[in-house]
């Protein structure tokens, strides 16, 4: 008990060309990330579950159209949503995510049905969607995760054939780069949690998978040493398993939040071309949010203390 809690949470990353720094464009991302946090916050001071803060924190960017994640998430190539979320408890290492699901309202909730059940860590697709009714979590058609904005960006994405992150800038135009959401927190109990959700990357094959749902790739934690949500160029999240190397980094060569983020954000990933960034919690508190893109939509709190919200560096 009497840990000072801390929360963190992520919008996404990538060059943020459109948003520029103190301009009127960025401030409802900064009003909607500081409105997010806060809450995750007040429910940590009254004494919630570091799992309860970040899986609030998470729906809530779920609901929000401006991040990648619930509604506004962006376009496959076939033009249909594919989300992916995964929610993981520290304490225990308990771990759930689904994969794939374009029914779930607010996929974390699945995410963390599929823990609480225990059977299996993740779902996908349809059985995903079976196991989400069986549960009573809310269903919706495909077209409510759909915006304008996002459709534009898949047209972008389409004309010059790529597969975009939310957020990334020209050619494609904002929010069309990485936007996964994320939130990590440490409660008053001195316990570790992480959850992450997305719409992947616009114009991705339809089936393909991305780091976020992946436990280890995307999301990871444990109370031994930190919780990590990351947001980036999935594919090569995956192949340095980048929030597991963050953990293994402390555990096994001693190093600090700070050492091991640092060499998994600005060098494994670099040296495979992977762009992106993600937030970090320790269990003494200690929090990093290294990114190697130009910016990277983030807030945390620390204590009651008056939160903090960035974008750029
Ligand atoms: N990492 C996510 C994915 O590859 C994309 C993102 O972070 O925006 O699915």
């Known amino acids: 008990m009497n ?19 103190n301009s009127a464009s960025a401030q409802p991302y900064r009003d909607a990330l500081h409105a997010i946090v806060a809450a995750a916050q007040a429910a940590l001071l009254r004494g919630a579950s570091a799992l309860d ?28 949503h594919e989300l992916d979320a995964a929610v993981m408890n520290g304490a225990d290492r308990r771990a759930g995510a689904v994969a794939g699901v374009s029914r779930i309202r607010r996929p974390v909730h699945a995410a963390r049905a599929v823990m609480e059940d225990g059977a299996h860590v993740l779902l996908a697709g349809a059985g995903a969607e079976a196991f989400a009714r069986q549960w009573g ?7 409510y995760f759909s915006t304008e904005a996002r459709r534009q960006q898949l ?26 959401v994320g939130a990590v927190a440490l409660d008053m109990h001195g316990h570790l949690a992480a959850a992450t ?29 930190a919780a990590v949500s990351c947001t980036g160029s999935g594919e090569m999240f995956m192949r340095v398993v980048a929030a597991y190397d963050v ?16 060499a998994v ?6 040296a495979i071309g992977g762009r992106g960034g993600l937030i970090a919690v320790d269990r003494l508190g200690n929090l990093c949010l290294p990114f190697n ?21």
């Not at 979590?137 to 077209?143: K, Q, T």
């Not at 954000?265 to 670099?270: G, I, R, T």
């Open 3 to 21: 840990t000072t809690p801390v929360i963190a949470i992520h919008g996404g990353a990538g060059t943020i060309a459109a948003v520029a720094p």
């Open 53 to 80: 803060a970040v899986c609030l924190a998470v729906e809530m960017l779920e609901d929000c159209p401006l991040f990648n994640a619930g509604h506004g998430a962006v376009f496959t190539h076939d033009e249909t």
């Open 137 to 143: 979590l809310e269903m919706v058609e495909p077209s």
């Open 155 to 180: 047209m972008q994405a389409l004309a010059t054939d790529r597969v975009a992150l939310d957020h990334d800038g020209p050619p494609l135009v904002e929010g069309s780069k990485f936007g996964t």
């Open 197 to 225: 959700s997305t719409g992947g990357m616009t114009n991705k094959r339809v089936g393909r998978i991305g780091d976020s749902p992946l436990i280890g790739a995307g999301t990871y934690a444990d109370d031994a040493t």
């Open 247 to 262: 953990c293994a980094r402390m555990r096994y060569a001693g190093q600090t939040l700070q050492e091991a983020t640092d």
């Open 265 to 270: 954000v600005l060098q494994s990933l670099p």
């Open 293 to 313: 893109t130009e910016g990277m939509y983030r807030a945390h709190a620390r204590g009651a203390e008056a939160p903090h919200t960035a974008i750029h560096r």
